[in-house]
């Protein structure tokens, strides 16, 4: 559009040039002065000074808007979605044969992390399926590769070698996360955060896991305080403070910056 814009404005300007020159020979006067390219910009801007203030100001703000939001957007890495060393199908997995998450994330009812699951686990049905819904033989002879294990005999070798995945979900060194803590406290579900894995044939990252929108979520999310025995201290506290108002997240700590940013 722009490129378009200045051939436009350049052939214009040759127009009204000759026709300045044919006005100006029909009626005896000067002859226009012809200028060079960047000096009859500069002329024109001399003699144009409103509009050119007009425009200065407006892709002022226009760049900077522009730029606050492509700073607002470093370290944002929603939609990422890598290739994996192997074929891992959530959709299969998750989805089709309906597998909890926490089967293989077992990590996330337990610790900070959810964890990447060790191959072992995947052996524990890949022993006895072979064959995959989509890809056949190809991507699960890739675990036994891993584990230097043979399929025919049933026996490991000596040589495992692990498989490098890709990490998708990656938060800065400064922000603490605690998986233990929304999974099994709080009873979040894996989709909150991590959208519809049952449906992705290769994870990506869902949310923007930042700042805001960690905090916009503390804001709205009523804390599971009945039947709960992780609240069972607080119930009555909670009760007495916040007798008719919905308890969230923010109301038991959840907007403190130590709890985060310790």
Sequence with gaps: I??????????????IFSLKQVVARKEGTPEPVKRAFLPGIWYCMRNHKKIVAILFIFFSLYG????????????????????????FSHKIHAG??????????????????????????????????TT???????????????????????????????????????????????????????QVQCQTCHGPVQEMTVAKQFSQLTMVWCINCHLATPVKVDGNHYYDSLKTYLDKTYPNDTITVAKIGGLECARCHY
Aim: glycine content about 12%; some cysteine; aromatic content about 10%.
């Design 2 to 15: 722009v490129a378009t814009l200045i051939t436009v404005s350049v052939i214009l300007g040759r127009i």
């Design 64 to 87: 900077t808007v522009k730029g606050w939001y492509v700073l607002a957007g470093i370290g944002i890495s929603e939609g990422y979605q890598p290739d994996q060393p192997i074929a």
């Design 96 to 129: 089709d044969n309906g597998i909890n998450c926490v089967y293989c994330h077992f990590g996330a009812e337990k610790s900070k992390t959810a964890g990447i699951p060790p191959a072992m686990v995947c052996m524990n049905c890949h022993k006895g399926i």
């Design 132 to 186: 995959g819904t989509t890809t056949g033989k190809t991507e699960i002879a890739k675990i036994y590769k891993a584990l230097d294990y043979d399929p025919d005999k049933g026996t490991y070798g000596p040589n495992p070698k692990p498989i490098v995945w890709t990490r998708v979900h990656n938060l800065p060194d400064f922000a603490y996360f605690n998986h233990s803590q929304h999974v099994k406290v709080g």
